[in-house]
């Protein structure tokens, strides 16, 4: 009886959330499922933390700056917390997930009301009125779980006219660099049935002139599932649909981008022809070093191979520089990847070490000013292939 009192009160003086999101379209998503249940909780959605009774961090580990943002932004809300002690400030997503780092930001920011990770946020609800009921500090998180469940609450508020939908969570891949295996878990792929439901559903809403489906390797949707699911049918199955809408995806791994899809893509009208696809270097060494599986070779055959049969293709991808080991050289080849492909668009990264990984304990780090002049000339490279190719 106590309880329903309390909460009752307290949800009186709860009137506005805000949700600081960083990281990757993912966490953009789940931020809208976040939304979607804060809005259900009966509070109106604010985009200025210090005017929220509920501020909730969607956070991400991927490199050391996006820690040092949320790290940053989280302190400085020690003074409104303090002058209004009834706010709940909550942390969650990728950060959080990492071993270890609950307790730190705990110690850090006592004030941190609740803390959840990527893959139980479906039960944010939950937690805020465990803490609204009076738990001190809220820490739940969630290492293996399942796939959340289906009808999800989102606010997709209409922002732009494109609507995500998961058909993959966590990765399998344990690129060595790469902290997101371990942050997201292992790669579970969503039924087709209910993925085709959620699209059905998005585009009787009319709002929405794309979809974009979300993996961290979309070309392996469906392997574990056994029930002869791929991504190529998936596709297929989706353009079927009957309405007017544009159909992405991202994020597609080299490795598993099948000729198969290349084709589904080239023939199925209302596919996108934006294509992001990673390569993170053009040396074949760094690349295994990296785990990523492929060649220089290989990568180029599939760029070939998609100029062929899809020439309109915009062809994105993701570079890292300064992964160890990488010499003047190596960064050549990447140098000399970039000059062939002619992408439309590219995301240069500084390699940024991190923990757990197997490339946290290689040999040959790279000193950051060498890695600050790669990123720059990736850049200015970069730069000049788009200015030359809108004189063309
Ligand atoms: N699953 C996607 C993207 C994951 S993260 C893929 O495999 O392509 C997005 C990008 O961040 C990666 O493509 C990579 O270029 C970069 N990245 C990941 N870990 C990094 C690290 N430790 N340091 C620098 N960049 C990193
Ligand atoms: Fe990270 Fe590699 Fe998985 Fe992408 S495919 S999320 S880079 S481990
Ligand atoms: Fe995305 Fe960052 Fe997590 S890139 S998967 S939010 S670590």
């Known amino acids: ?19 600081v999101t960083y990281g990757c379209q993912m966490n953009v998503h789940e931020s809208e499922k976040l939304s979607g249940m804060l809005l259900d909780f009966g509070l109106q959605e604010t985009l200025k933390p210090t005017n929220a009774d509920v501020i909730v961090f969607n956070t991400c580990c991927i490199r050391e700056n996006a820690e040092n943002k949320a790290c940053g932004n989280i302190g400085a809300l020690k003074g409104y917390k303090k002058k209004n002690p009834n706010v709940i400030i909550a942390v969650g997503g990728c950060m959080p997930q990492q071993k270890g780092v609950a ?28 803490r609204l009921n009076g738990k001190k500090h809220v820490v739940e998180l969630e290492y293996n779980s399942p796939l959340p469940p289906e009808n999800f609450e989102f606010n997709r508020d209409g922002k732009d006219d494109n609507a995500y939908v998961n058909i993959t969570y966590g990765c399998n891949n344990f690129c060595t660099y790469c902290i997101v295996p371990f942050v997201r878990g292992r790669e579970r792929s969503r039924l087709e049935k209910d993925i085709l439901e ?3 559903q998005i585009i009787s809403e009319g709002k929405y002139k794309s979809i974009t489906l ?8 469906g392997n574990d599932l056994k029930d002869g699911s791929n991504f190529s049918k998936l596709l297929k199955e989706i353009a079927l649909l009957p309405g007017d809408f544009k159909i992405k995806f991202m994020t597609s791994h080299p490795k598993d981008l099948s000729d198969e899809l290349i084709e589904t893509i080239a023939t199925t009208e209302k596919i996108s022809h934006d294509i992001h696809l990673p390569c993170q270097s053009g040396s ?6 990296m785990n990523r599986r492929y060649t220089r070779e290989h990568y180029l055959g599939i760029i070939k191979k998609i100029k062929t049969k899809i020439p309109d293709a915009n062809i994105s991808t993701d ?8 010499t003047e050289e ?22 940024s070490k991190r923990k757990g990984t197997v490339a ?23 730069k000049q292939i788009i200015k030359e190719q809108k004189g063309k």
């Open 1 to 19: 009886m106590l309880v329903i009192l309390s909460k009752y009160l307290y949800n009186e003086f709860m009137e506005k959330f805000c949700i």
């Open 103 to 130: 307790e730190k930001l705990l110690d850090k920011f006592p004030f941190i009301d609740i803390i959840f990770g990527t893959q139980n946020l479906y039960l944010f609800k939950q937690f805020l009125q465990e």
């Open 198 to 200: 959620e699209c059905k």
């Open 214 to 221: 979300l993996g961290q390797n979309v070309n392996s949707y």
């Open 284 to 289: 074949t060494k760094v690349l295994e070093a």
């Open 319 to 326: 570079i890292i520089v300064g992964f160890p080991g990488e």
């Open 330 to 351: 190596d960064f050549q080849d990447t140098i000399t990847l970039i000059k062939e492909v002619k992408f439309s668009q590219i995301f240069a990264f500084i390699y």
């Open 360 to 382: 946290e304990k290689m040999e040959g780090q790279v000193p950051i000013l060498i890695k600050r002049r790669r990123v720059n000339e990736v850049l200015n490279l970069q």
